[in-house]
């Protein structure tokens, strides 16, 4: 019975010390931020890539125009972001793809594929109304992971 009591206290007590520092900035994690231009995502509130531990986290990054030019231009912002980290594509687990016409990124996608080297993230295409950018054809966010 004495353990039991014992522990539902230490329970309690690690609880009420977890809500203190969190309440006093303690318990917070470590994030490293990147940004293209500080000025426009400080606006709308983001940051164009942040790493946790060993994951990175990276917004959306947008293209417009003909399809091709588009997604080349996106693909090559990712890899800028990758590179600010020491990552590749092949760092990529998941990509979701947010596009105004998912017709027109089907016909393009050996742009996005050779970026790739066939090294394949999970992935997920979805077809919307608009994006944030009004001229914007299509979004891509990823997710990847340092070894």
Known sequence: ????????????????????NAQSGQNTIEKQKFHFGKAGEDGAGYAQAVRVGKTIYISGTVGGGETASALTNVYNGLQKTLAFYGATFQNVVKENLYTTNIEEIKKHNDVRKKYYNNDFPAATWVQIQRLYEETALVEVELVAVLP
Request: proline share 0%; no cysteine; charged share 10%.
């Open 1 to 20: 019975m004495k353990n039991r009591v014992f522990l539902i206290l230490s329970v309690i007590s690690m609880v009420i010390s977890t809500a203190v």
